[in-house]
């Protein structure tokens, strides 16, 4: 069902509705200002019983099998030519072909390696299953020049969006302790609104285990990860009860998603919505001001509904650093080759993610993994340092769900492999075939030592990785497809390296068997590593972090920049990129609170100088 915009004209018009375009709204609303929100996918929901019971009934319990669109038709991926709204999904990296494959994957994909971070449309966007790590940017990480004389450079730094981040931690409603995040240089004005989630087993066991080691001359501590997410009553949002599923949806709604603030924005009496309405393209009018946004409406049942075009004063486009540079490529004229905001050529260019390194093993004692959030704590002490001269950073996240997302289904996997004596798992040499007590003996002694970790390692910003138009491949409402170049760096594929050496440092530390595997060279995912110091080169596999960054990076300079420092378009005053796009770099934490602490800025900004 869609509805057509009740005005012809409003103060501001936001493109999408995840974590950064709800923070906008909101704010934009208790001041006053009419806002209409244009949002891809379907509307919030009164309630999540429906996605709920897509995930339960969903075979592969991926980040996107909570929400529609389906992923699959009878037993194949659904052909993202049909779509209306189409979105990727990492059930098209299963084999080493479905990834380029057009009809499989909604991505145009041409690099070395496959983008593999996925994200949503719909009301809320991306954040529905975003995990709720709220880690603030290192101080260094807005000064990689230090490091890297020639990448872009951040036109703010940390003192800049310190007091922001602040209000982003209370508006999304952070559980923190200030103590332990009080390293490299973090510094913080406010306490955190809740106490940090308690720490599980495993993160204790581990924080023992490791005491007093040393890796590239830092001493590593587990320190308590802050995160989106419950400790106490706070907002209406009930306290976490740990669920091991807070990707993709969490059943109690502990943790934060922007449904909670679009809700808010909509209560303001001043926040109009749009749903399945897809912006087509922005038209530009006197004194490069942006006039209108064309857009098309669908039904229920797919297919075009209706089309239209509206104005504003001002304009915020929020559909993350895949969507939002696709929309500007899309909106070139005859006069505009290059699309909107692009006098830099940089729109699309410097696409990055956290390449994600995931390595598992059995711990000798039982930590009694599968309870709590599916991460409270990490280890950070190597997110900064000299080495950045040489090869990437990365933090480590500890998992407490046991072998579930390393393997891909466990207990299930397990338990079928002694059931049915198969070694899919690895812990079933012998293919025994087992029933009773025996079963019930192994499945303990296995269950209650799954231990995983998870590296996010920098990556440089490149050019050549970029997001451009397929001219050769439609969506289903006749619009190009966004095509994508990606490939890692050899700085961060010595990052990587680095992050091996440090997984298997830890693991020896713990006394733990690993069972990370070796990929095949068909694995679409597989990398090879730089040659270690007796020349042997390994094979890894990494995983897409979810975090889509780049594309449409802020900077001083026109000329080597899209937006200023307070997400403004260099070329079109009334025009704003808002979300992780602004990124010139990657940095080493998880994008979600920057984004936010970004949102909070720009809307004030938009309210002070724009709107006054």
Partial sequence: MTNIPSKSHYDVIIVGSGVAGALVAKQLGLTGKQVLVLEAGGPVPSNINEEMNRFYKAAAKVPESAYKPELLTSSSLTDPATVPAGRPTVLALANSEDWRDPHKSYLIQTGTVPFSSTYERTGGGTALHWLGTSLRLLPNDFKMEQYQPSWAKWPIGYKDLESRYCEAECEIGVSGSVPEQTYGGLFFSKKYPMPAIPQSLTDKFVATAISGMMIDGQTLKVRSTPAARNSQPYQQRRVCAGNTNCIPICPIQAKYDPTMTLRDAQASGNVEFCYQTVAKRLIVGENERVSLVEYLQYGDDGKQSANGRVSATIFVIAANAIETPRLLLLSRTENRPDGVANSSGQVGKNLMDHPYYVPWGLLPQ???????????????????????????????????????????????????????????????????????????????????????????????????????????????????????????????????????????????????????????????????????????????????????????????????????????????????????????????????????????????????????
């Fill in 366 to 612: 039982p930590t009694y993994p599968y309870r709590g959030p599916l991460s409270t704590s990490g280890i950070e002490d190597l997110r900064d340092g000299t080495f950045r001269k040489d090869r990437a950073a990365y933090r480590i996240e500890i998992g407490n769900e046991g072998w579930n997302f390393a393997i891909g289904g466990d207990p299930n996997v397990t338990t079928l492999d002694l059931v049915n004596g198969l070694n899919n798992s690895q812990i079933n040499p012998n293919y025994d075939t087992l029933f009773g007590d025996e079963l019930i003996r192994r499945l303990r002694d296995v269950l209650t030592r799954q231990f995983r970790l998870g590296f996010l390692v920098e990556q440089e910003p490149e050019e050549r990785n970029c997001v451009t138009l397929s001219e050769d491949h439609k969506d289903g409402l006749g619009l190009l497809r966004p095509k994508i170049y990606y490939s890692l760096s050899d700085y961060t594929l010595r990052g990587l390296a680095a992050a091996k050496q440090a997984a298997d440092a830890i693991f020896a530390k713990l006394n733990a068997v690993q069972y990370t595997r070796v990929p095949d060279k068909q694995d679409p995912t597989a990398v090879e590593l730089p040659p270690d110091a007796g020349g042997r080169r390994e094979r890894v596999r990494f995983m897409g972090a979810g975090h889509i960054i780049g594309t449409y990076r802020m900077g001083s300079d026109p000329k080597q920049s899209v937006v200023n420092s307070d997400q403004r378009s260099h070329d079109h005053q009334n025009l704003y990129l808002i979300g992780s796009g602004v990124f010139p770099t990657s940095a080493t934490g998880n994008p979600t609170l920057t984004i936010a602490a970004l949102a909070l800025r720009t809307a004030d900004t938009i309210i002070k100088q724009d709107l006054k």
